[in-house]
C-alpha cells in the first residue's frame, strides 16, 4: 500500500483501478477465473527488461474509500437515528476516532484515502429542520404527524419514519412544504454549500480526498433507479451547482434527465462528473432495459450513447443485496447466490417475478450490452465494477470486527 494519497486532480487514476476502483467492501466473484491472454497483455508490457517494473503502463496504486455514505444530512438517515454530521464523517474517514450515534467510540482500523459523502439530493436538510420543530415545516399538516411520532419514540417514532420514507418513494410529499428544500430554496442552497464547504475543510492533497457528490435518488413507483453523482472538482466548480434532484417540478425520476444535468455542468462550468447506479435487485426490471426505459421510450442511440458517456461503473454490491449474478440467471454458478435480495422493489410494494431478473444484474447487462452495441452503435453496459457501503451512519465501517451497520437502529 502507497504512503501517498491522490489530490482531486488524480481523480481518472482513482477510478480507473481494476475495473474501475476497488472500494472498502467490494466482492466481486467470478471474474477472478479470467486468464489474460498474452496479446492483451502486450501493451502493458511492451518488452523485456531485466527490472520487474520498467515499462509498465498501467496503474498500480490502489487508493481506498467510499463511494456511498449518508449523514444525518439524508431524510432516512436521520429518521433512523444517525445524529452524525459532515465533519464527523470526514474525521472518521480520516482515522480520528468520534461518538457514534448510539454513544459509543469508534474508529477504524486504517484511515481512508478518499470518500465521497453520497447525501440524498431530494430534501437535504429536512430532517433536521423537521426534528428541530421547525415551525415553517410543521405548518403543513402532513408533517405534523411525523414530528409527533418523532417525539414520542420508540414504536411511534418507527411508524411516523417508515410513514416518512413511503410518502417519499411514492412521489406523494407535499410539493409546497419540500419547496424550501429542493433546488431554487434559500435553505436548500445554504445546505449544499455547507457540503461543498465541509469536503474543501477536509481535503488534503496527497493525504486525503474529500469528493464532493451526491446521490440522485430515483424512484419510480417503489422501483429503484438511484445514481450517486461525483464531482472531479471542488468548490471552485462543483460549489456554481446545486444537486439535481427527482421531485417535482425541477427534478425528474428519468436517467435522461439526469444526464443533461451533467452535460450542462460540463458545459457551462467546465467541470466533469459521473454518476453510478447501484442497486439493480430493487429495480422490478427497470435498471438495465433492452428495448425500452421504463416510460415507454425506445432505446435509441441517444439513450445509448449517454449512459455509455456517464456511467462507467456500476456499484455492484453493497449491504441492500448483491448486484453481479442470480441463482436463476446462472443456475451452475455455486456464487450467484451470495447476499440476494430479491423479494420485490425498494419499498416492497410490488413483488419480484423471475422475468424482472435479467434486466436487474451486472452479470446479464454486461451480455445485453453487446447485443446493444450490435444495434445501435454504442454499449450503454460497459462499465466497471465497485462495492461500497450505504451506510446511514456517517460511519464508513466495514470491518467485521468493526462493523457498525447500515443505518443507527442496526448499531452494536
Given at each position: 500500500?502507497?504512503?501517498?494519497?491522490?489530490?482531486?486532480?488524480?481523480?481518472?487514476?482513482?477510478?480507473?483501478?481494476?475495473?474501475?476502483?476497488?472500494?472498502v467492501?467490494?466482492?466481486?466473484?467470478?471474474f477472478?477465473?479470467?486468464?489474460?491472454?498474452?496479446?492483451?497483455?502486450?501493451?502493458?508490457?511492451?518488452?523485456?527488461?531485466?527490472?520487474?517494473?520498467?515499462?509498465?503502463?498501467?496503474?498500480?496504486?490502489?487508493?481506498?474509500?467510499?463511494?456511498h455514505?449518508h449523514?444525518?444530512?439524508?431524510?432516512?438517515?436521520?429518521?433512523?437515528?444517525?445524529?452524525?454530521?459532515?465533519?464527523?464523517?470526514?474525521?472518521?474517514?480520516?482515522?480520528?476516532?468520534?461518538?457514534?450515534?448510539?454513544?459509543?467510540?469508534?474508529?477504524?482500523?486504517?484511515p481512508?484515502?478518499?470518500?465521497?459523502?453520497?447525501?440524498?439530493?431530494?430534501?437535504?436538510?429536512?430532517?433536521?429542520?423537521?426534528?428541530?420543530?421547525?415551525?415553517?415545516?410543521?405548518?403543513?399538516?402532513?408533517?405534523?404527524?411525523?414530528?409527533?411520532?418523532?417525539?414520542?419514540?420508540?414504536?411511534?417514532?418507527?411508524?411516523?419514519?417508515?410513514?416518512?420514507?413511503?410518502?417519499?418513494?411514492?412521489?406523494?410529499?407535499?410539493?409546497?412544504?419540500?419547496?424550501?428544500?429542493?433546488?431554487?430554496?434559500?435553505?436548500?442552497?445554504?445546505?449544499?454549500?455547507?457540503?461543498?464547504?465541509?469536503?474543501?475543510?477536509?481535503?488534503?492533497?496527497?493525504?486525503?480526498?474529500?469528493?464532493?457528490?451526491?446521490?440522485?435518488?430515483?424512484?419510480?413507483?417503489?422501483?429503484?433507479?438511484?445514481?450517486?453523482?461525483?464531482?472531479?472538482?471542488?468548490?471552485?466548480?462543483?460549489?456554481?451547482?446545486?444537486?439535481?434532484t427527482t421531485?417535482?417540478?425541477?427534478?425528474?425520476?428519468?436517467?435522461?434527465?439526469?444526464?443533461?444535468?451533467?452535460?450542462?455542468?460540463?458545459?457551462?462550468?467546465?467541470g466533469?462528473?459521473?454518476?453510478?447506479?447501484?442497486?439493480?435487485?430493487?429495480?422490478?426490471?427497470?435498471?438495465?432495459?433492452?428495448?425500452?426505459?421504463?416510460t415507454?421510450?425506445?432505446?435509441?442511440?441517444?439513450?445509448?450513447?449517454?449512459?455509455?458517456?456517464?456511467?462507467?461503473?456500476?456499484?455492484?454490491?453493497?449491504?441492500?443485496?448483491?448486484?453481479?449474478?442470480?441463482?436463476f440467471?446462472?443456475?451452475?454458478?455455486?456464487?450467484?447466490?451470495?447476499?440476494?435480495?430479491?423479494?420485490?422493489?425498494?419499498?416492497?410494494?410490488?413483488?419480484?417475478?423471475?422475468?424482472?431478473?435479467?434486466?436487474?444484474?451486472?452479470?446479464?447487462?454486461?451480455?445485453?450490452?453487446?447485443?446493444?452495441?450490435?444495434?445501435?452503435?454504442?454499449?450503454?453496459?460497459?462499465?466497471?465494477?465497485?462495492?461500497?457501503?450505504?451506510?446511514?451512519?456517517?460511519?464508513?465501517?466495514?470491518?467485521?470486527?468493526?462493523?457498525?451497520?447500515?443505518?443507527?437502529?442496526?448499531?452494536?
Amino acid at each position: 500500500m502507497v504512503t501517498t494519497r491522490p489530490s482531486r486532480l488524480s481523480f481518472v487514476s482513482i477510478f480507473s483501478l481494476l475495473c474501475a476502483i476497488l472500494v472498502v467492501g467490494s466482492a466481486t466473484t467470478g471474474f477472478a477465473q479470467i486468464t489474460p491472454t498474452k496479446e492483451s497483455l502486450s501493451d502493458l508490457y511492451p518488452g523485456k527488461a531485466y527490472s520487474p517494473y520498467a515499462q509498465r503502463s498501467f496503474p498500480d496504486r490502489v487508493f481506498w474509500g467510499d463511494t456511498h455514505l449518508h449523514t444525518g444530512l439524508s431524510v432516512d438517515a436521520g429518521l433512523f437515528g444517525c445524529r452524525l454530521g459532515l465533519d464527523e464523517a470526514y474525521r472518521f474517514a480520516r482515522g480520528e476516532q468520534v461518538m457514534a450515534s448510539s454513544g459509543q467510540p469508534a474508529r477504524l482500523g486504517r484511515p481512508l484515502d478518499w470518500l465521497v459523502i453520497a447525501d440524498h439530493s431530494d430534501a437535504m436538510g429536512f430532517f433536521n429542520d423537521l426534528a428541530a420543530g421547525d415551525p415553517d415545516i410543521l405548518k403543513f399538516d402532513q408533517a405534523k404527524p411525523w414530528y409527533e411520532g418523532l417525539m414520542a419514540g420508540g414504536e411511534a417514532s418507527a411508524a411516523a419514519a417508515l410513514n416518512l420514507i413511503t410518502t417519499f418513494s411514492q412521489g406523494k410529499i407535499d410539493p409546497e412544504m419540500i419547496a424550501e428544500y429542493s433546488p431554487g430554496g434559500k435553505t436548500y442552497a445554504s445546505v449544499w454549500e455547507g457540503v461543498v464547504d465541509a469536503a474543501e475543510r477536509f481535503n488534503d492533497p496527497g493525504q486525503f480526498t474529500a469528493f464532493i457528490g451526491f446521490e440522485w435518488t430515483s424512484l419510480v413507483a417503489g422501483n429503484n433507479l438511484h445514481r450517486n453523482v461525483i464531482f472531479r472538482e471542488g468548490a471552485e466548480k462543483a460549489g456554481q451547482v446545486v444537486p439535481y434532484t427527482t421531485q417535482a417540478p425541477v427534478g425528474s425520476t428519468d436517467p435522461l434527465e439526469l444526464y443533461k444535468y451533467l452535460e450542462n455542468y460540463e458545459a457551462t462550468i467546465g467541470g466533469s462528473a459521473l454518476a453510478l447506479a447501484h442497486n439493480g435487485n430493487l429495480s422490478n426490471g427497470i435498471m438495465f432495459p433492452v428495448d425500452a426505459q421504463y416510460t415507454g421510450r425506445k432505446l435509441d442511440r441517444h439513450y445509448v450513447e449517454s449512459r455509455a458517456r456517464w456511467e462507467p461503473m456500476y456499484e455492484i454490491t453493497q449491504i441492500k443485496g448483491d448486484g453481479e449474478a442470480h441463482p436463476f440467471l446462472s443456475p451452475d454458478d455455486k456464487f450467484a447466490d451470495y447476499e440476494t435480495w430479491d423479494a420485490g422493489n425498494l419499498d416492497l410494494s410490488e413483488a419480484k417475478t423471475e422475468k424482472m431478473l435479467q434486466y436487474e444484474y451486472a452479470r446479464e447487462a454486461l451480455k445485453n450490452g453487446l447485443l446493444l452495441e450490435q444495434r445501435l452503435g454504442t454499449n450503454p453496459y460497459k462499465f466497471g465494477l465497485i462495492g461500497s457501503t450505504d451506510s446511514h451512519t456517517a460511519l464508513s465501517a466495514v470491518e467485521e470486527e468493526n462493523f457498525f451497520g447500515k443505518a443507527t437502529n442496526a448499531e452494536p
